[in-house]
């Protein structure tokens, strides 16, 4: 059965280190989200993206962190440098207005 | 001002009895829509269940029901027959506008417990 997919699943950094996470959102959603959790902030949104253009990317530190969708089966989420503030848990999601599919996400932890 | 309102950080309920998963909202958009997620101990997030601001009825899926109250402004998830392995961390999230399906907005959570 169609689920979104995240790689890795996790990640160890050191501080200043550029970080990659990838999602491959369920086939035929055209709305992906990044999400973050922590354990102070609960989940919140980072960006999210519809028909692979930005839509709301007000929830990210723009200094450090980017997001794309090079193409209809791919979402980034790049943080350079990363920093120890950043570890979190980075979740991935697609849907429609009904649903929204999330994926098993990146624990990232920055040293 | 939190627009999404989980009070209840704990819950206990026995085996095989129902619960009730508190969720209060705030929005003046007349177009939203309210979602319930399960996260276990494993991290996933579970998608529940679905209501949206004009459905006349409420959302139903197996032994999930959303009991909305559209005035009090109140999406409370009830979890009928509960099994063990319902433990876990339960989400309450909204979205406004965007019919097409916008970001979410997420409680604090409540953890609920069942015991054997």
């Known amino acids: 059965d169609a689920r979104v997919t995240q790689t890795p699943r996790h990640k160890v950094t050191e501080m200043g280190q550029e970080v990659t996470m990838r999602c491959q959102p369920i086939?035929?959603?055209?709305?992906v989200f990044w999400y973050r959790q922590t354990m102070m902030q609960g989940l919140e949104l980072l960006a999210y993206?519809?028909?692979?253009?930005?839509?709301?990317d007000s929830g990210m530190p723009k200094d450090r962190f980017s997001a794309e969708m090079p193409d209809a089966t791919l979402a980034t989420l790049k943080i350079q440098p990363s920093e120890p503030r950043d570890s979190a848990v980075y979740f991935c999601?697609?849907?429609?207005?009904?649903?929204?599919?999330f994926g098993p996400g990146t624990r990232l932890t920055v040293l | 001002a939190q627009k999404i309102t989980q009070t209840q950080p704990g819950m206990f309920v026995q085996e095989k009895e129902a619960v009730t998963l508190d969720c209060t909202y705030d929005t003046s958009d007349p177009s939203y829509g309210l979602f319930w997620y399960k996260q276990p101990s494993s991290g996933e997030m579970i998608f529940l269940i679905y209501?949206?601001?004009?459905?006349?009825q409420n959302a139903t899926e197996g032994r999930y029901s959303l009991n909305f109250q559209k005035a009090r402004k109140s999406a409370n998830l009830v979890i009928s027959a509960s099994q063990l392995g319902d433990s876990a961390m339960y989400f309450c999230?909204?979205?406004?506008?965007?019919?097409?399906?916008?970001?979410?907005?997420f409680g604090q959570g409540t953890e609920l417990s069942v015991k054997p």
């Open positions: 999601a697609s849907g429609s207005r009904d649903t929204q599919y």
């Open positions: 086939l035929g959603h055209n709305t």
């Open positions: 999230a909204m979205r406004e506008g965007d019919n097409q399906g916008g970001k979410l907005i």
């Open positions: 209501q949206g601001s004009y459905d006349q």
């Open positions: 993206f519809r028909n692979r253009a930005p839509l709301d």
